[in-house]
């Protein structure tokens, strides 16, 4: 439509949003669906969060706040910072946004040219490369393989920086592959940034909490404090809180980039919900013993999905180390052709023609830039993973 802004043209909607519309559309239907799309936790948001956002509309904390959020909050998150991460960041260096989401997309904003490079390893999070084409920017997709368990190396980071590069983008746990950076797998990068001073790190450690197995997260402005003037770490309380509907995402960098940010929110959405961010006081000040109760499930869920998929003709699935996905490979069942006759071509062959004719959604690999492979969320009801993982076997077996 001619009416609608080139750049609308240059991107594309969110796949993982597509899948799970389809999902219910066919349950409402009336189709036995089990939705595995979703990237969010099944657990709800802790009671004590909930009572702090109650209080908070009681005492009549509903007006407009600080633009990039209310001192309580920055308070918090630099004691969250301190006491995880090792870093020290002002509240000057802290800015607080509508969720992750909308912290990354003002970084992006606030600093982007056009023609300016962000570095993406693939597989990535979906919104990604569409936030850095909204900003004007251009995203530089470098594919990583499963053999290396989905991570980029030194070497292949080294190549991939050009006169143009602006920001390396890493996402550690990742979305969509689980995979996450040792501190050996981060030094190695960092020491390659450390050549290239004009390059900036942008980090997403939104699925920090969520590691298995004594995996030991780390983020790069820890593991090489000669990066903290160029490094903006990004996080947020929606996936190890549970609170994805709260909308609070938040970020630490240097003060000049924190300030721009704060400048472009203020022209579109101004503060964060304000009984959000109260709530996210408690959330970073509180309890934290429903974390690792969370991860024991998460895991046995993991192990579970794994070894089934595993079983499976055709599918090939690592044993990511952290968030609450997992990325098979099924590679091995391109070719084949299915009961209704159509053959498996692609990955996003594979998702249709098993949503059709087993009533499970998982998301295609490409829509992450990395097939063929698809996304299971395993944060869904236990019994309901392992009847979805029969039916994908069942799904698999009887291809032809
Ligand atoms: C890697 C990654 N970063 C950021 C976000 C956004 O989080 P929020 O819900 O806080 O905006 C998500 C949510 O799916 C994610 O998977």
């Known amino acids: 439509m001619a009416f609608l802004a080139d750049s609308l043209a240059r991107i594309k909607p969110s796949a993982t949003i597509a899948v799970a519309d389809k999902a219910r559309a066919l349950k409402a239907a009336g189709r036995d669906v089990i939705g595995l799309g979703s990237g969010e936790p099944d657990f709800d948001t802790p009671d004590n969060i909930k009572e702090a956002a109650i209080k908070a509309i ?38 607080v946004g509508t969720g992750g989401k909308q912290v990354l997309y003002n970084a992006f904003i606030a600093t982007l040219n056009p023609g300016d490079e962000v570095i993406i390893p693939a597989p990535y999070w979906v919104s990604y490369p569409e936030m850095v084409l909204l900003a004007g920017g251009t995203p ?26 602006k920001w390396l983008l890493l996402n550690s746990p990742s979305n969509p592959t689980g995979a996450a950076y040792t501190r050996d797998d981060l030094k190695a990068l960092t020491d390659v940034l450390l050549r290239h001073p004009h390059v900036w790190v942008m980090t997403d450690d939104m699925y920090e909490h969520l590691v298995y197995d004594d995996f030991v997260f780390t983020t790069p402005a820890q593991i090489e404090p000669a990066l903290y003037d160029r490094t903006l770490t990004v996080n947020g309380v929606s996936k190890a809180y549970c609170m994805t509907g709260w909308r609070i995402g938040f970020a630490g960098g240097p003060e000049a ?14 503060n964060p919900n304000s009984i959000a961010q109260w709530a996210s006081v408690e959330a970073l000040n509180g309890p934290k013993d429903f974390i690792p109760a969370h991860n024991k499930v998460f895991k046995e869920r993991r192990d579970l999905v794994v070894s089934m998929l595993n079983q499976a003709n055709g599918l090939d699935c690592p044993v990511p180390e952290g968030a609450f996905y997992v ?20 990955d996003q062959d594979f998702v ?24 299971i969320s395993y944060a869904t009801a236990t019994s309901a993973l392992q009847t979805a993982c029969e039916r994908i076997q069942r799904f698999c077996g009887n291809l032809k």
């Open 257 to 270: 980039l924190i300030q721009a940010m704060s400048t472009v929110q203020s022209q579109s959405t101004s």
């Open 352 to 375: 249709t023609e098993l949503l059709e004719a087993e009533g499970v959604a998982v998301v295609q690999g490409s829509a992450f830039g990395h097939g063929p492979n698809f996304r």
């Open 140 to 165: 530089v997709e470098v594919p990583t393989t499963q053999a290396s368990g989905f991570k980029l190396s030194a070497a292949t980071l080294e190549r991939a920086i050009g006169p143009k590069t």
């Open 327 to 346: 990325f098979p490979s099924c590679a091995g069942t391109i070719g084949k052709v299915s009961p209704t006759g159509k053959t498996i071509e692609n």
């Open 58 to 95: 009681r005492d009549g904390k509903t007006k407009y706040t600080n633009v990039d959020g209310i001192p309580e909050l920055k308070a918090a998150i630099a004691g969250k910072f301190k006491r995880e991460n090792g870093l020290t960041y002002k509240p000057s260096q802290i800015s």
